[in-house]
């Protein structure tokens, strides 16, 4: 299955939930399971099949104030992209797995799209990608303004 994730980094609250999502339900690969014991951190991160090595940083919020304000982003959620080369294949198997779809299917000029919902409440794009259109990339981290 070939997709790609557009923003790469998603606060979780519990990360065995999570870890069991994405793997499990949307068939990610668990590419790293860290945890750091002098901070009290643990890293995580996944990738869906295909995606030439862009991954999706499960981070938890160190404080709730930290949860909020990033759960307040895009209007109270948090808006990630998930590109595929076949949706109606992913679209059936995510909808049998129990993947809540929020926005039914509809044609746009650049393939099929929908909108499904993780555990934690974020909306995901499920992207019909046409095979000559490129795989979108992340904008790169270089430390500018914000």
């Known amino acids: 299955m070939k997709q790609a994730i557009l923003h790469v980094n998603l606060v979780v609250r519990d990360y065995d939930e999570a870890i069991d999502f994405y793997c499990n339900k949307l068939h990610f690969n668990l590419v790293e399971d860290t945890y750091q014991p002098e901070q009290d951190k643990r890293w995580v991160l996944v990738a869906p099949p295909g995606s030439g090595g862009t991954c999706l940083l499960l981070a938890r919020a160190s404080t709730p104030e ?13 808006f990630l992209f998930l590109g595929t080369d ?17 926005r039914e299917p509809k044609k746009a000029p650049y393939g099929t ?25 992340a904008p790169p981290q270089n430390g500018g303004a914000r």
């Open 66 to 78: 930290q949860e909020a304000f990033i759960g307040n982003q895009a209007g109270g959620r948090v």
């Open 86 to 102: 076949d949706f109606w294949r992913d679209y059936h198997e995510m909808s049998a797995a129990g993947i809540r779809f929020v």
């Open 113 to 137: 799209v929908s909108v499904f919902e993780d555990l934690y409440g974020n909306l995901w794009d499920l992207v019909e990608l046409k095979a000559a259109q490129p795989l979108a990339e």
